[in-house]
């Protein structure tokens, strides 16, 4: 999809991080956008700002988490602009790091990373791919991974590495039916990075639903925290600027690729590394590298 001006986008995740990333990005190329979330006031706040920037923007709250939340989404993008070309299934939540072993997870933890982080891209697809066929025109779809399941797992986040894991065969499927029938709506598959991200991931317990709350408080990480520590390791600790992603983004959209893997040497490795334990059916001893990839491997994706 070379020309974006004029085109919709539609974006989940989108009232802070990386999906207000991409909406303001996608503003900027004179496209109309509708950011949604879950979140309704951070949300209205987001819209406001893109407005007052002069973008053509929508707000629609929606929870990935139903099939009919993202059903409405759909028809309220089409009632405000009358089509829908680029979708960025972006919303993510996290379980933060701190307490226990997955054996010991209570079971809404899994319950909820799960129903958002993958659902909620099962059921984009469910709503948007349909349309994006019949209208008969260009369109995109971006999934937003994540490097920790997409190509090395941390140990210490199981079920977002395996949400995240998810995501990534669930794209690579949604390619190869696509280019089966259509040459006209591509896929790309999103991961952040190279160095780890600022966004409300870290916070994202504060839209767990009651009904999924903890069984018990526990611990948890946050960014500042996980900064003191790298500091105190004396590990060199950086982040990615989100723009830089929604730039990464939209030129992924215009060339119509699939990966979107930031070019970074220590990602190419953790790779190859991952690729010849296969290869060798080893062990997965590239876990212990758990540290470099938090700092420098791949950053967390979503909301």
Known sequence: MKELRGRVAV????????GLAMARRFGEEGMKVVLSDVEEEALASAVKALESEGHRVAGARCDVRFQESVDDLRDAALKEFGAVHVVCNNAGVA??????????????????????????VVH???????????????????????????????????????????????????????????????????????RALDTGLWTAERNRPDELAWSKPRE?????????????????????????????????IREKRFWLIPD???????????????????????????????VGGMGEAGE
């Open 11 to 18: 974006v989940t995740g989108a009232a802070s991080g990386i």
């Open 95 to 120: 379980r933060a790091p701190g307490g226990g072993k997955m054996w010991e997870y209570d079971l809404n933890d899994w319950n909820w990373i799960l129903s958002v982080n993958v659902m909620g």
């Open 124 to 194: 984009g697809i469910r709503s948007f791919v349909p349309l994006l066929l019949e209208q008969g025109d260009e369109g995109h779809v971006v999934n937003t991974s994540s490097g920790n399941g997409g190509i090395s797992p941390l140990r210490g986040l199981p079920i977002y590495a395996a949400s995240k894991s998810s995501v990534t065969q669930i794209s690579e499927c949604l390619w190869g039916q696509l280019e089966a029938v259509t040459d006209a709506v591509g896929v790309s598959l999103l991961y952040p990075g190279p």
């Open 220 to 252: 948890t990480q946050t960014m500042d925290g996980l900064r003191k520590f790298m500091d105190s390791a004396g590990v060199p600790f950086a982040t990615t600027p989100l723009h830089e992603i929604a730039d990464f983004v939209v030129r992924g």
């Open 264 to 294: 970074a040497e220590n990602i190419d490795q953790n790779i190859r590394t991952r690729a010849e334990s296969m290869i060798a059916r080893g062990t997965p001893d590239y876990m212990v590298q758990e540290r470099a990839l938090v």
